[in-house]
């Protein structure tokens, strides 16, 4: 017996609705073309290693903000990312503590962003200076709006008291 063709829907909203339901719909656009669509669910299991940088994301998950510092004498340059070696002369750096206070170098606010970050969206992402050092971090901003915002606004660092080790365990708050 012949399957029934699966439904045909003008608005994508229908068609995503009718995918969960039944895996397969037909989309015809404005000009009458048809598209069959199918719901195709896969998964990956990634297995990614943070080798070098591994000890600023376990830092995360202990509430520290790790940066690192060029260990030659006549350099000494600072770094509030993870850096193996030194990005001014090359030598190889160790790690550091960075406050966990800041103030905003630099801000967006994204109306649009990835999956992860969509039920939060529109949200802020900064660039944060911390007091002695040479380099900014790129983190999100939360329980501010994009009127609060302005450069060399004071924020304090928040983490994920369920660390997922990743970017995402910490964010930004403004200082109160
Ligand atoms: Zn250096």
Not at 76 to 89: N, V, Y
Not at 122 to 141: D, H, K, Q, T
Request: with cysteine; aromatic share 12%; hydrophobic share 40%.
């Amino acid at each position: 017996m012949a399957r029934a063709a699966p439904p045909v829907f003008q608005k994508f909203r229908d068609v995503q609705a009718e995918l969960a339901k039944s895996g397969a719909a037909i989309f015809r656009d404005a000009n009458g073309g048809e598209s069959l669509i199918i719901h195709f669910p896969y998964s990956i299991n990634y297995i990614h290693s943070y080798a070098e940088d591994s000890r600023f994301f376990l830092g995360l998950a202990e509430g520290k903000l790790m940066g690192s510092r060029c260990t030659a004498k006549k350099c000494g340059a600072t770094f509030a990312t993870p850096r193996g070696h030194c990005m001014s002369c090359g030598a190889p750096t160790e790690w550091i503590d960075l406050p966990l206070r800041g103030k905003i170098h630099s801000w967006t606010t994204c109306h649009f962003g990835s999956e992860a970050f969509l039920k939060e969206t529109p949200y802020n992402l900064v660039l944060i200076e911390f007091e002695g050092i040479g380099s900014v971090m790129l983190a999100r901003l939360k329980d501010a709006v994009e009127s609060d915002l302005y450069v060399g606004m004071p924020v304090e660092a928040r983490f994920d008291p369920n660390p997922k080790y990743s970017i995402t365990d910490v964010w930004f708050v403004p200082v109160r």
